[in-house]
């Protein structure tokens, strides 16, 4: 056998054991034909007035995400009990743009930056991920192109210690590749547009002092 076909082999090999532990951390990525649907404009978006909450009726912060007999909105109540200043919305954008962050310095391997919103579990669990491509000589090109579905999937509160948990499920959209010492593509396509699919739970003491909520697990 040439050395040439056992390094393909090899490099072969590690693309497979990446994409298997890049499932585990993140999600699942699939690629995706369309061309990708530009996001609006935050700017561009049609102004919706603040809904006041008549009591006794329903608070459409709440059951704008999910539904209102639901154990999720149960929680958010809760947490909005306990926190005067939440808002679901709010929240959601929040999470939108964390997921951005995240997300691609975990592809860049700039874990520091956001070793603060991580919880300690989830920061070693994408640590060791970059640390075995570092290994291997490894580096990833990606480009983010933006959420296109955000869902709360559900919702949990502790009253005795108010710690709030919220599951987000995303659908990104990006370009990825895995280039090899030699700077060779061994996996992705620098022009193919794929689909990156999380679930991803946020948790926070409610009402501290600390606004920022941490990523404390994630699954797809």
Request: proline fraction near 5%.
């Amino acid at each position: 056998m040439s050395s040439a076909l056992i390094q393909i082999l090899v490099l072969a090999g590690i693309a497979v054991f990446l994409i298997l532990r890049l499932k585990s951390v993140l999600g699942t990525r699939e690629g995706f034909e369309k061309p990708p649907v530009p996001l609006q404009d935050a700017s561009s978006r049609p102004s919706r007035p603040d809904f006041e909450v008549i009591e006794g009726g329903p608070d459409h912060d709440i059951t704008d995400h999910v539904d209102e007999k639901s154990a999720a909105a149960e929680a958010l109540a809760k947490m909005k009990g306990a926190d005067g200043s939440f808002s679901v919305g709010e929240f959601l954008q929040g999470a939108r743009g964390a997921y951005e962050m995240i997300l691609m310095s975990f592809e860049k391997g700039e874990m520091e930056e956001i070793k603060p919103f991580l919880d300690e579990d989830v920061y070693e669990s994408f640590a060791s991920v970059v640390e075995a491509r570092e290994e291997q000589g490894l580096t990833i090109e990606a480009d983010f192109r933006g959420v296109r579905e955000m869902t709360l999937v559900a919702a949990e509160f502790d009253p005795e210690t108010t710690e709030g948990e919220i599951s987000v499920r995303f659908v990104g959209e990006l370009t990825s590749v895995v280039r090899d010492k030699g700077g060779d593509i061994i996996e992705g396509h620098p022009s193919e547009v794929k689909r990156q699919k999380d679930v991803w739970t946020f948790a926070r003491i409610m009402g501290s002092d600390d606004p920022n909520w941490r990523l404390v697990a994630t699954g797809e």
